[in-house]
């Protein structure tokens, strides 16, 4: 396991995780699997984001302490 990231991240605080995913398929059914999670226990989330590079698949799951967004994006450059 490894933990980074730009200075301020909320990798840096424990407060978001990478997911690695084995394809757009895992990754697809990961994200649906933590936003119905969030939906079902009324958990509030600071975002969701599908990403891709090169081969590379896998979620940024983020919270915060407060002022959480809800942001949903897909990042597959």
Known sequence: ???????????LTGCAVDIRCLGP???IRYACLLLDTADENGW?????????RGTTYWIHFAVRPKDNR?????DCR
């Open 1 to 11: 396991m490894k933990c980074g990231g730009a200075k301020g991240s909320n990798h």
């Open 25 to 27: 398929e895992q990754m």
């Open 44 to 52: 509030v989330f600071d975002e969701l984001i599908q990403e891709k």
């Open 70 to 74: 809800r942001k949903i994006l897909f």
